[in-house]
């Protein structure tokens, strides 16, 4: 058993950073990727709000926001579920899962560094194509709650943080079918959260697990603020909702990760690879 050191909270802050630029720099090496993965975003935020325009005239306009501000949540949401989901796969990848599962770190600095990296990374993404639609679209954003639409998403990344820190598990076990099985979790988030169509059209035994999903109230209250104007005196509700299962979320995820580390090391799968 590791005996960990007990660090003051400024040290615990510069370590959760130090993970945090870690992932920044690998970015940077592999910054061809990382703009093959913006362009394919904004084009595929492109075509679906294009959908818009198939439309009645007085529709379109509605219509299209309705499906790009989909598009970009999930854009979001889905960069966060997939650095957190597959930061065990990126450990492999570079050879230095053992380095870093040994090091004498607490696990939830970790986890923390490697979520608070996807929520920057994801803004700074999201952002980019946000600037991308807004201009090939001419998006009629001017009586629109931005900065509402803002905080519901900062309030999301907490929920999918929880379950990319449950999703991270498959690769921890699974060394060649692990990463590849996360994206089976994000396919039904995906269909059953109504990202670009409302819940109600789902058949009704499947409407029932859109209620499980926080991508479900992210999405009502984003296309509330941005369609709308709903101001935080009609969205605090559901913020509230949503923070709770964040906060139910992230503890259950970080301790499923932790049973599963532990039978991982007990196990000999905790390797680079086979």
Not at 12 to 26: G, K, P, S
Not at 141 to 148: K, M
Not at 224 to 235: D, I, P, R
Request: proline share 4%; aromatic share 12%; with cysteine.
């Amino acid at each position: 058993m590791r005996t960990l050191p007990n660090p003051s909270p400024v040290a615990e802050v510069r370590t959760m950073y130090a993970f945090v630029e870690r992932n920044f720099r690998l970015a940077k090496r592999y910054l061809s990727w990382e703009v093959v993965h913006i362009f394919y975003s904004i084009i595929n935020a492109m075509t679906i709000g294009l959908i818009g325009f198939t439309s009645p005239a007085k529709d379109r306009a509605e219509t299209t926001l309705y499906l790009v501000i989909g598009a970009l949540l999930w854009g979001y949401l889905s960069i966060l579920f997939d650095e957190v989901a597959n930061s065990i796969s990126y450990e492999r990848w570079e050879g230095t899962i053992e380095y870093t599962f040994m090091a004498p770190i607490r696990r939830l600095t970790h986890l923390l560094g490697t979520c608070l990296y996807g929520v920057a990374y994801g803004m700074v993404r999201t952002l980019i194509v946000l600037a991308a639609i807004a201009w090939f679209f001419h998006l009629p954003l001017s009586h629109a709650n931005v900065l509402g639409a803002i905080l519901v998403l900062v309030v999301s990344s907490l929920s999918f943080m929880g379950l990319g820190l449950i999703a991270a598990v498959l690769p921890l076990l699974s060394t060649e079918r692990g990463a590849q099985a996360t994206h089976i979790i994000q396919g039904v988030i995906l269909l059953i959260s109504g990202i670009y169509y409302p819940v109600s059209v789902l058949p009704h035994w499947v409407q029932w697990l859109s209620w499980l999903s926080p991508a479900t109230y992210a999405l009502s209250m984003s296309r509330a603020a941005l369609l709308n104007n709903a101001g935080l005196s009609t969205l605090w509700l559901s913020l509230l909702e949503l923070t709770a299962i964040g906060v139910i979320l992230v503890p259950i995820g970080l301790g499923i990760f932790v049973a599963a580390e532990r039978f991982a090391m007990r196990t000999g799968r905790l390797k680079r690879n086979g």
